[in-house]
């Protein structure tokens, strides 16, 4: 009888967690989660980028993203929102870095002061507080000085690694992150210690990676983090105006009011309409997006891509396709060397750009980083008259692709003459040429990198889904 009820016991558990798992994976998704905005006909759109690069054996940076970032900050007059994915000091102290958190939170807080009754909302991700286990000294700071911080609520997005958060959800978020760490804290030997909770939830692998500023008068969808360790990292951004702002609003409100955070009321002021048509897609809507942008491209068209992590199985026998079928595709692709002073293996790019040689007509040049990353998440599909662009957060993952993370890119398509166009043109041949200095290298210079060993962990990782990409 014991035994039986034991098995019966047994059964129940098994049942529940199956139950568990499969709601994890199939959950519905939050309002306002996975969205696509109508179209907008815009005049005012820029291309930004932060480039790190080295010229006559010197390290030279341009970047404006943050310098953009602050201006738009210094002029808004109602509303500011603040959408960051990595907001920390957090880092090996034997590295030399830029206070870059602390100055934008000073800057966030001088406006603040300047101009009490301005609404100003920042939202982020809990890794910034190692997953509960310590306050961010920055968001502290931020809600000393009457701004609204929210830490969104990724567990209300489904999940990239049902194995294990099924177990999770199960068993484990029901005893809380709070509490003292006692283990070391992985993202630097100086950060508050970590409960074993948290590293629990950490290995859930999903997060707000979003990366949006926005006000009444502007707004800009970038793939930059206010985060020290990433201060030289090389990256691009999109800066828009107009009533489109709404529409980026809508998707920030919808993470708050998900995460038991307050919303912002405010309307964007008009703006001078134009000839880029332009659009706000976030999460699977990138996705369907990018296949769509591959998928209709025909021979004589270019695919260029900018990419920090490019692993998603579906967008990779797309291009394979493109390029058998007569576009030319070319890729600049960060060589997966380097993060944070930490050296990497090269996944997953070194493999998936080996299979895209061996099986598509592709170009594949690496940026040669120097310790940074080559972090844009930029695609480009231009013909004869006309670019269109998909920029902002998402790296081309399927976890930052199928609704696992909170993403926001814009999706542009503009005439070839306009600027905008231009600017996409000259960056892409600026990289891939070493023009105005040495940026990348041929795919030959980590071809030998690429071993078998990294293609079995590349595919046990994708199978798995214990990994970041």
Do not use: C
């Not at 190692?130 to 968001?139: A, D, L, R």
């Not at 939830?201 to 969808?221: M, Q, S, Y």
């Amino acid at each position: 009888m014991a035994s039986l009820k034991k098995r019966y016991g047994l059964i129940v558990i098994l049942s529940i967690l199956v139950i568990v798992t499969l709601y994890g994976i199939y959950r519905p998704l939050p309002e306002g989660v996975s969205y696509e905005s109508d179209s907008y006909y815009v005049n005012n759109i820029d291309f930004l980028y932060d480039l790190t690069y080295q010229k006559d054996g010197l390290i030279q940076m341009e970047h404006e993203i943050f310098t953009a970032i602050e201006e738009a900050v210094s002029e808004a007059e109602e509303f500011i929102v603040f959408d960051m994915f990595l907001y920390n000091d957090f880092y090996d102290p034997e590295l030399d870095f830029p206070p870059l958190s602390q100055h934008m939170t000073d800057v966030l807080i001088e406006k603040k002061q300047a101009e009490p009754d301005i609404e100003m909302l920042v939202l982020s991700d809990e890794i910034n507080t190692t997953y509960g286990s310590h306050k961010s000294q920055h968001f502290e700071q931020l809600r000393d000085a009457g701004i609204d911080v929210v830490v969104v609520d990724v567990t209300q997005l489904r999940d990239s690694n049902p194995l294990y958060s099924g177990i999770w959800r199960t068993f484990i978020q029901w005893f809380g992150q709070s509490g003292s760490g006692w283990l070391p804290n992985a993202f630097s030997p100086e950060a508050p210690d970590v409960t074993l909770r948290s590293y629990l939830k950490l290995f859930n692998v999903k997060a707000n990676h979003r990366k949006v500023v926005a006000t009444e008068k502007t707004a800009i969808i970038s793939s930059a983090n206010p985060h020290d360790a990433s201060a030289y990292h090389s990256n691009i951004a999109i800066q828009v105006d107009g009533p489109i702002i709404d529409e980026l609003v809508y998707t920030e409100n919808a993470a708050s009011e998900f995460s038991d955070g307050p919303t912002i009321d405010v309307e964007a002021r008009p703006a001078e309409e134009g000839e880029a048509e332009v659009r706000v897609i976030t999460e699977g809507r990138i996705y369907e997006r990018t296949l769509e942008l591959i998928e209709e491209a025909e021979s004589g068209d270019e695919l260029w891509f900018a990419m920090f992590y490019l692993s998603d199985r579906d967008v990779i026998n797309s291009l394979i396709d493109a390029s058998n079928r007569g576009v030319q595709v070319r890729l600049v692709l960060d060589p997966n060397k380097d993060a944070f002073g930490q050296e990497k293996v090269g996944l997953p790019n070194r493999p998936v750009a080996a299979e895209l040689l061996e099986e598509g007509q592709i170009e594949v040049r690496w940026y040669d980083t120097i310790g940074e990353q080559f972090h844009p998440k930029l695609m480009a599909r231009i013909t004869e008259d006309q670019t269109t662009v998909i920029g902002g957060s998402a790296n081309f993952t399927s976890r930052n692709l199928r609704d696992y993370n909170l993403e926001t890119n814009l999706w542009v398509k503009a005439p070839n003459e306009q600027e905008f166009s231009q600017d996409i043109t000259s960056y892409f041949e600026r990289v891939w040429n070493n023009e105005q200095g040495h940026y990348t290298v041929p795919y030959e210079e980590y071809e030998d990198n690429t071993t078998w060993l990294t293609r079995f962990l590349y595919r046990m990782q994708k199978i798995t889904g214990l990994t970041t990409y």
